[in-house]
């Protein structure tokens, strides 16, 4: 079992940063692969990009490439998502998943957390 945590999220400003933050507990969490993930109302989650167990690898999508970045201290059981340039459509529910493989579907992810708001002002 995995129980994921999200913080951070806040309101800014269009062009600001915000960093998100997403902490894992259980004695195995370091061995998943985790995810970053976004539902604005009236909308499917989305994909935003994905790190390997050991932080050496990520993917990210095509909407956010450039612009967000993933990382994992798993010494601290912490997954971030750093996102700059902040746009008002970046405004949404961000959630961090688990998975056991190296997935793209929400579908696909085991844990989740609760989520974490983040509105980005124009």
């Known amino acids: 079992q995995v129980q994921l945590a999200e913080s951070g999220g806040r309101l800014v400003q269009s062009g600001g940063s915000l960093r998100l933050s997403c902490a894992a507990s259980?004695?195995?969490?370091?061995?998943?692969?985790m995810g970053w993930f976004r539902q604005a109302p009236g909308t499917e989650r989305e994909f935003l990009g994905t790190?390997?167990?050991?932080?050496?690898?990520?993917y990210y999508a095509t909407s956010v490439k450039g612009r967000f970045t993933i990382s994992r201290d798993n010494a601290k059981n912490m997954v971030y998502l750093q996102m700059n340039n902040l746009k008002p459509e970046d405004t949404a529910i961000y959630y961090c998943?688990?998975?056991?493989?190296?997935?793209?579907?929400?579908?696909?992810?085991?844990?989740w957390g609760q989520g974490t708001q983040v509105t980005v002002s124009s």
């Open positions: 998943a688990a998975a056991a493989l190296w997935e793209y579907e929400a579908s696909r992810y085991d844990y």
């Open positions: 259980g004695r195995t969490s370091h061995l998943y692969v």
């Open positions: 790190i390997n167990s050991s932080g050496s690898s990520t």
